[in-house]
């Protein structure tokens, strides 16, 4: 293999493979980047691969000689990352000593790699079914979502998103049992059914995805400054991602994700309208408290002079109040949230106002954009607080 490439392109190349390389990888070759150099198309591919995980990209190159081998992610990423940007690099290898060469005009740089024949495939979906998603309202989608999946990893599930299709909208879905957020985007998506399976059920297709592949798939596509489609195609516990030059596989989290729909109420006794940037900058001044204790923050509702009270007690530290306004048109509450659940809550609403509706102190409690532009909702359980008598 002799290739030359761009330094800046080889380092970008590699910055995103590595985020699908194992930490503690099962097998030697894992920790490794496979790197495959094409004359015939002019093009050096990349890939990582956890075996949950998957990214691959590719780029324009000036390939001489055809091959492939893979090399230490991080050694390698080191290396290209520290070469001048200012020189192009020649990469060549021996494919019976695995040795593989790095040069630069600062310089040159030799490692020893591993045959690519022991790294594995990525999984393809041949067969199943194929949507082409529209990137900017994917990228809204999963920022909606992502942040409140949990992080527990006995709890396998709720560490993913769940993700429902129909002919045109696409939704989405994360909880960690403390809160919910759910999203739905119309005219988000077109099915392809040709050379696919006819017998799929489109209007019930879901599937869960892990956080971790999801947030790559968000960090790749929210770079992008085009309006391109992605392609999602989707069968046998695999989910492929196919979006420009780059593609992101995945495994999907099998079983049957919670019925989160009977977990928002009906309707509601009580609604409270707030400015969102005056609630976010007030709950985040009072945080500072809050967090000193427990993250529990007070929200008390003054119907006679329309404001809230949001009030933090850290214990042997101190307290810290603030008022905001707001349109109060029923019966005074007070309310106890972790604080942390509501700002992440509220930084990915883009209305500038947002509906707070509850029916007690101790049942669930929904933020909900005031703009219906999209439709978004974000329960939280509130924690219940002692009476101070």
């Given at each position: ?6 330094q800046?392109?080889?380092n970008s ?12 990888p099962s097998?030697?070759?894992l920790?490794n980047v496979?790197?495959i150099a094409?004359?015939?198309t002019?093009r050096l591919s990349l890939?990582?691969f956890?075996l949950n995980l998957g990214?691959?990209t590719?780029?324009l190159?000036?390939?001489e000689d055809?091959g ?6 991080r050694l390698?990423?080191?290396i290209?990352s520290?070469?001048s ?7 060549s290898?021996d494919n019976e000593s695995?040795q593989?060469e790095l040069v630069s005009k ?9 045959s690519?024949?022991d ?7 041949e067969?199943?079914?194929s949507?082409?998603i529209?990137?900017k309202?994917l ?13 527990d990893?006995?709890?396998q599930?709720?560490t993913?998103?769940?993700?429902s ?5 696409i939704?989405?879905?994360a909880?960690?049992?403390h809160?919910?957020?759910v999203l739905?985007m119309q ?6 059914k040709?050379?696919?399976d006819?017998?799929s059920?489109?209007?019930e297709f879901a599937v ?8 790559e798939?968000?960090r790749l596509i929210?770079?992008w400054?085009t309006?391109?489609?992605v392609?999602l ?8 991602f196919?979006?420009?030059d780059?593609?992101?596989?995945s ?8 019925n989160?729909s009977?977990?928002?109420?009906e309707?509601?006794s ?5 400015d969102?940037?005056?609630l976010?900058?007030?709950l985040e001044r009072?945080?500072v ?8 923050i007070k929200?008390d ?7 809230i009270?949001?009030?933090?007690d850290?214990?042997d530290?101190g ?10 048109n029923?019966?005074d509450?007070?309310?106890a949230?972790n604080?942390?659940?509501?700002l992440e809550?509220?930084k990915?609403?883009e209305?500038d106002?947002?509906n707070?509706s509850c029916?007690?102190?101790?049942t669930?409690a ?13 329960l939280v359980?509130p924690v219940q607080i002692?009476?101070?008598?």
């Amino acid at each position: 293999m002799k290739l030359v490439c761009s330094q800046a392109e080889f380092n970008s190349a590699l910055q995103l493979v590595s985020r699908a390389v194992a930490s503690r990888p099962s097998h030697p070759v894992l920790a490794n980047v496979l790197l495959i150099a094409d004359a015939g198309t002019g093009r050096l591919s990349l890939t990582g691969f956890d075996l949950n995980l998957g990214i691959q990209t590719s780029f324009l190159a000036s390939v001489e000689d055809s091959g492939a081998i893979t090399l230490p992610a991080r050694l390698l990423g080191e290396i290209v990352s520290k070469l001048s940007v200012d020189s192009p690099i020649t990469v060549s290898s021996d494919n019976e000593s695995q040795q593989v060469e790095l040069v630069s005009k600062s310089g040159s740089y030799q490692m020893r790699g591993m045959s690519s024949e022991d790294f594995p495939d990525l999984p393809l979906v041949e067969s199943g079914t194929s949507f082409k998603i529209n990137a900017k309202a994917l990228v809204q989608t999963l920022r909606a979502t992502l942040f409140a999946s949990s992080t527990d990893e006995a709890k396998q599930l709720l560490t993913g998103v769940h993700l429902s299709f129909d002919a045109q909208s696409i939704k989405a879905a994360a909880t960690d049992g403390h809160r919910l957020a759910v999203l739905e985007m119309q005219n988000a998506l077109n099915l392809e059914k040709s050379n696919f399976d006819e017998s799929s059920d489109y209007e019930e297709f879901a599937v869960t995805l892990p956080s971790r592949s999801l947030r790559e798939v968000e960090r790749l596509i929210s770079s992008w400054k085009t309006e391109d489609m992605v392609s999602l195609f989707c069968d046998k516990g695999q989910v492929v991602f196919l979006a420009a030059d780059q593609i992101i596989t995945s495994r999907t989290l099998e079983g049957v994700y919670p019925n989160y729909s009977q977990l928002i109420p009906e309707s509601f006794s009580k609604t409270f309208k707030i400015d969102r940037k005056l609630l976010i900058s007030a709950l985040e001044r009072v945080a500072v408290l809050a967090d000193q204790h427990n993250n529990v923050i007070k929200l008390d509702t003054k119907i006679d002079s329309q404001v809230i009270s949001i009030t933090a007690d850290a214990q042997d530290v101190g307290s810290g109040s603030e008022v905001i306004p707001a349109t109060i048109n029923s019966e005074d509450i007070q309310i106890a949230f972790n604080v942390r659940y509501l700002l992440e809550g509220l930084k990915v609403i883009e209305s500038d106002e947002i509906n707070l509706s509850c029916n007690a102190s101790t049942t669930p409690a929904v933020l909900s954009p005031v703009d219906e532009k999209t439709c978004f909702t974000y329960l939280v359980m509130p924690v219940q607080i002692r009476s101070e008598n």
